[in-house]
């Protein structure tokens, strides 16, 4: 006997939920993360730099998991992008992942910035 189920509902956020993950992503107007951390180089000068491998690879790390947590959020049908946050003072999860993919791109510009002066970019 087969399971009967309901039929999906489409999702009216579909489009929208696409594009803030391309933003998030990066590629189109922006540097992707994975580009400008690629072959960072290891000798940074000696005031400015972690203070260990460990603790920029555990940076990266985490800058990776709070991106795919962001991208979860956005996919997820069940989250209304429009809603206000309940803990916040009027945001949205659209408002919020526009900062984010903002906030990013300006620090991804940074890095590349901080590459170019060290002579360790490399336009492809």
Do not use: C
Not at 1 to 30: I, N, T, W
Not at 76 to 95: E, I, K, M, Y
């Amino acid at each position: 006997m087969a399971v009967k189920r309901k039929p999906r509902r489409s999702d009216p956020q579909r489009s929208l939920r696409d594009h803030l993950v391309e933003l998030l992503d990066g590629g189109h107007a922006h540097v992707t993360f994975e580009d400008a951390i690629a072959d960072w180089p290891p000798d940074w000068p000696a005031g400015d730099a972690p203070p260990d491998a460990g603790a920029w690879d555990k940076s990266v790390a985490q800058v990776k998991r709070d991106l795919q947590a962001m991208r979860r959020l956005v996919r997820d049908p069940a989250t209304d992008l429009f809603a206000r946050l309940p803990h916040g003072t009027g945001q949205t999860v659209l408002r919020e992942a526009l900062v984010l993919a903002d906030h990013n791109a300006y620090h991804l510009g940074q890095l590349v910035l901080i590459r170019r002066l060290l002579g360790a970019w490399k336009t492809k």
